[in-house]
T-cell receptor
C-alpha cells in the first residue's frame, strides 16, 4: 500500500499566490522526497529532506518535515502558470514509496 | 546529453501478446526501477535492479518480467499473464539503490485491447 498520502488531492490557485501541499506517512523514514510530474511525462525530482532536517529551501520551494507528526509540506511561493503539474511525495524506508499526488492548477 | 530514454512513447497491443518496453540510461547509475502508474494515481513499483545481473520483485511483479544484462539497459516485458496491462509505465534510475533521488524517463503509455 502507498505510504505517503498527499493532501489536498487537487488545488487551484491564481498566479502569484502561494501553494501548499501536505504529505503524511505511516512508518519511520530515512528521507522524504518531492517530485513533480507534468501531464503525460516522467517525474522530476524537486527536493530531498533527510529525517534529521526540519526545513529545506530550493528557489521558490520550501519543504518542512515533522517526524513526530509523520508529515511534510511543500510550499511553492509566487506560483506561475508553468507550475501546473502533479506533485508527489515519496518516502524512503527500505525503498521509495510514492503517494497519489496533488494536482496543482495555477490559473493565469 | 545524459538521461534516461524509454521507447516507444505509445504502444498498442492485442490481448494475449507479450510486449517489451525499452529503458536505457547513460548516467552510469547502478540501480534501475520500473513503475506502473494508473490514471490519477501514484506510482507502484514493479521490479528493481541494484546491479547488473540482479533484480528484485517490487509490489506488483505478477505478469511482468525483466532482465539486466547491461548496466545501461533494463527492459520490461509485459506478459499475457498480466490481467490489466493498460497503463503508463515509468523507468527510473539512481546512483545506487538506497537513499538517493531517482531520475525518470519520459514514460511509455501501453494500451492493450
Amino acid at each position: 500500500s502507498q505510504q505517503g498520502e498527499e493532501d489536498p488531492q487537487a488545488l487551484s490557485i491564481q498566479e502569484g499566490e502561494n501553494a501548499t501541499m501536505n504529505c503524511s506517512y505511516k512508518t519511520s523514514i530515512n528521507n522524504l522526497q518531492w517530485y513533480r510530474q507534468n501531464s503525460g511525462r516522467g517525474l522530476v525530482h524537486l527536493i530531498l529532506i533527510r529525517s534529521n532536517e526540519r526545513e529545506k529551501h530550493s528557489g521558490r520551494l520550501r519543504v518542512t518535515l515533522d517526524t513526530s507528526k509523520k508529515s511534510s509540506s511543500l510550499l511553492i511561493t509566487a506560483s506561475r502558470a508553468a507550475d501546473t503539474a502533479s506533485y508527489f511525495c515519496a518516502t524512503r524506508g527500505s525503498r521509495l514509496t510514492f503517494g497519489e499526488g496533488t494536482q496543482l492548477t495555477v490559473n493565469p | 546529453d545524459g538521461g534516461i530514454t524509454q521507447s516507444p512513447k505509445y504502444l498498442f497491443r492485442k490481448e494475449g501478446q507479450n510486449v517489451t518496453l525499452s529503458c536505457e540510461q547513460n548516467l552510469n547509475h547502478d540501480a534501475m526501477y520500473w513503475y506502473r502508474q494508473d490514471p490519477g494515481q501514484g506510482l507502484r513499483l514493479i521490479y528493481y535492479s541494484q546491479i547488473v545481473n540482479d533484480f528484485q520483485k517490487g509490489d506488483i511483479a505478477e505478469g511482468y518480467s525483466v532482465s539486466r544484462e547491461k548496466k545501461e539497459s533494463f527492459p520490461l516485458t509485459v506478459t499475457s499473464a498480466q490481467k490489466n496491462p493498460t497503463a503508463f509505465y515509468l523507468c527510473a534510475s539512481s546512483i545506487r539503490q538506497g537513499v538517493y533521488e531517482q531520475y525518470f524517463g519520459p514514460g511509455t503509455r501501453l494500451t492493450v485491447t
